[in-house]
């Protein structure tokens, strides 16, 4: 959800985004994004700009047409509207082969970020469409599986940078992006800091979309590492066939839409990271409106538990990785850095635990009784901070000792 003033915004599954006075629960406006009975949805919280909601679109999976939409927080009147797949009037319509750009995918199912000074606005986008059959789609397939940033009055796109060209395994750049302001090789940079679902970690600088650096985070297979520019220099003969290819990571990610965590104090980026592998598959599928287009599959090759899933502390400077923290099985649970150089976050068996952010030992944990698919968050009341968590359908607050 998002909230401005005493409004609270929020996506509908069936791709409708409201508003509703946070006082009495009573609804102000009503807006259809788009028809799901096209494929289309909204999973993810609106992101409040000014006196604009922005709100994306999921349907990766069913040949939609991905966008970016921004309405007016009074009136729920559209404002702009910019396709993450370009039509045939642009010159990069042609990193898709024939009419495939209208059945494309490329949705933007995570919430993105705002720099005010910059008046950007950051999102991810994810897969291409059909996901596993890239025959269907030839080119790089922009602005599938990319990073935009977007002024945030008109939605105009100031840059892109495309972590996986022509991705033939799943791995959509929904990860929210991390802004921090840090020095490189003795420069300061604006910068954006990106672990991403394809096992590479990325800097950008956010205010040009110039690539600083990006080294692997996570086991990968399917890359022999990135160019200057940030290219995946890719292996041969890695792409889904029809008798099965094992790839590393899977189409899960070396990381997904869990949120990773920034500390100006340690420097460090905390990211949940995944270690495994799957065996991708190619298969035939016409396109058929509103039904599931993903031309193949994958099958994990391995019982889940026995994959490295790890707390990994990242070098945004270097891509270094300083410590991990096995959390087994994997987690889909966020992460939060707090000033008292503490990280959280919760486990599938229903954990919740602090780590010390400079070294990842292990300082605390607790018993929550169910699984933990959230981030934690802090805030204070009073003076007193908190930190909170949902486990389960149970919210759990706690504080420090008073003594």
Request: charged share 20%.
């Amino acid at each position: 959800m998002a909230i401005l003033g005493e409004t609270l915004y929020m996506s509908t599954l069936d791709a409708h985004l409201v508003a509703i006075d946070a006082r009495t629960g009573n609804l102000i406006w009503n807006r259809e994004v788009a028809d799901h009975r096209g494929g289309y949805s909204k999973t993810a919280a609106p992101l409040v700009v000014k006196d604009q909601v922005v709100t994306g679109i999921a349907g990766g999976e069913f040949g939609i047409r991905g966008f970016l939409d921004s309405y007016d927080a009074a009136t729920g009147e559209q404002v702009w509207r910019t396709y993450t797949i370009p039509g045939p009037d642009h010159p990069d319509n042609q990193s898709w082969s024939g009419d495939s750009w209208r059945t494309g995918g490329s949705p933007t199912w995570i919430t993105g970020s705002y720099d005010p000074e910059l008046d950007l606005i950051y999102w991810g986008t994810g897969n291409p469409g059909p996901d596993y059959n890239g025959e269907v789609r030839g080119g790089d397939n922009l602005y599938s599986d990319s990073a935009l940033a977007l002024d945030g009055d008109t939605g105009e796109m100031a840059w892109y940078f495309q972590f996986t060209p022509h991705d033939v395994h799943d791995w959509d750049a929904i990860q929210i992006p991390v802004l921090a302001d840090i020095d490189i090789g003795g420069e300061p940079r604006q910068a954006m800091l990106w672990a991403n679902r394809n096992g590479f970690y990325y800097t950008i600088d956010r205010q040009t979309g110039e690539f600083l650096l990006g080294r692997e985070f996570a086991r990968q297979t399917w890359a022999q590492g990135l160019d200057e520019n940030g290219r995946p220099i890719r292996v041969p003969g890695m792409f889904p066939n029809e008798e099965g290819i094992v790839v590393s990571p899977p189409a899960g990610g070396a990381t997904n839409w869990m949120s990773p965590t920034y500390s100006p104090r340690t420097g460090l980026l905390y990211v949940m990271s995944y270690d495994g592998e799957a065996q991708f598959f190619i298969r035939d599928e016409e396109y058929v409106e509103g039904d599931r287009f993903i031309g193949g599959g994958q099958q994990q090759i391995m019982p889940a538990d026995e994959y490295t899933s790890a707390v990994r502390a990242v070098d945004p400077r270097t891509g270094d990785r300083r410590w991990e923290y096995r959390v087994q099985p994997w987690t889909w649970a966020g992460l939060l850095a707090t000033a008292g150089d503490l990280v959280f976050g919760g486990s599938i068996d229903g954990y919740f635990y602090a780590l010390d952010a400079v070294s990842g030992e292990q300082l605390w944990y607790m018993a929550v009784g169910a699984q933990v698919r959230a981030a934690p968050i802090t805030y204070a009341v009073d003076g007193e901070q908190y930190v909170a968590i949902a486990a389960g359908n149970v919210v759990y607050a706690f504080g420090l000792d008073d003594d």
